[in-house]
């Protein structure tokens, strides 16, 4: 059954570091998102990307933040300068359709950043 | 501000039992509801979606929409020590694009 994978599983880096989240959606999936969950809290939206475009951000998804499609499997989620509140799981996801519609999100299985 | 609302519980029911969870949401619009699962340190991983008022039945799960009093519902029959994991109750919100907006979750414990 297709997944969507995410790379690396654990990424520990220095506050002020750059670093890039990797995920390969499924094949035939349109449509991309990022979202995060601190330990203990909720899962929160950050973004949703289509057809090379952000479609939707959250207040969360500030200047910091970026997202790419780098060729035609990759999305990449870029935090420029991290901070201790970055600490969290970050959980890449496709789908077919917009979520706006009935279509399904599929997650990854998350990349836990640890910024120390 | 959207909202979704859970009741953190944790909710303990014995094995065999029906375990009920419940949601409620603010943004009036919404059309697309899910209730996902989510492991300990694992990714949420999607039980059911509901778009119209009424129950949708899928095995041991049935979600409950009533869109007048913006709630929503889970039921798990028949419940078993492997269902124990977090219930989280998501809600599509239109911002001048679509997002998913969680709750909480609640923790459901079942007891063997």
């Known amino acids: 059954e297709p997944e969507v994978t995410q790379t690396p599983s654990h990424q520990v880096t220095q506050m002020g570091q750059e670093v890039i989240l990797r995920c390969v959606p499924i094949?035939?999936?349109?449509?991309f998102y990022w979202y995060r969950q601190i330990l203990g809290q909720k899962v929160e939206f950050l973004v949703s990307?289509?057809?090379?475009?952000?479609?939707?951000k959250s207040e969360i998804f500030d200047d910091q933040f970026s997202v790419e499609r780098p060729d035609g499997s990759n999305f990449t989620l870029k935090i420029r300068s991290t901070k201790l509140e970055d600490s969290a799981m970050y959980f890449c996801?496709?789908?077919?359709?917009?979520?706006?519609?009935?279509?399904?999100?599929?997650f990854g299985p998350g990349t836990r950043l640890t910024v120390l | 501000q959207k909202e979704v609302e859970q009741n953190s519980g944790p909710l303990s029911v014995p094995e065999g039992a029906i375990a009920s969870l419940n949601c409620t949401y603010s943004?009036?619009?919404?059309?697309?509801f899910f209730w996902y699962r989510q492991y300990s340190g694992k990714s949420p991983e999607l039980i059911m979606s509901?778009?119209?008022?009424g129950d949708k039945e899928d095995g041991r799960f049935t979600a409950q929409l009533n869109k007048a009093s913006q709630y929503v519902s889970l039921l798990i029959r028949d419940s078993q020590p492997s269902d124990s994991a977090t219930y989280l109750c998501?809600?599509?919100?239109?911002?001048?694009?679509?997002?998913?907006?969680f709750g909480a979750g609640t923790r459901l414990f079942v007891k063997a």
């Open positions: 990307f289509y057809n090379n475009e952000i479609s939707e």
């Open positions: 094949s035939n999936h349109l449509y």
């Open positions: 996801a496709s789908s077919e359709g917009p979520s706006g519609g009935t279509d399904t999100q599929y």
């Open positions: 943004d009036r619009v919404s059309q697309s």
């Open positions: 509901i778009y119209s008022n």
């Open positions: 998501a809600v599509n919100v239109y911002t001048g694009g679509f997002k998913t907006i």
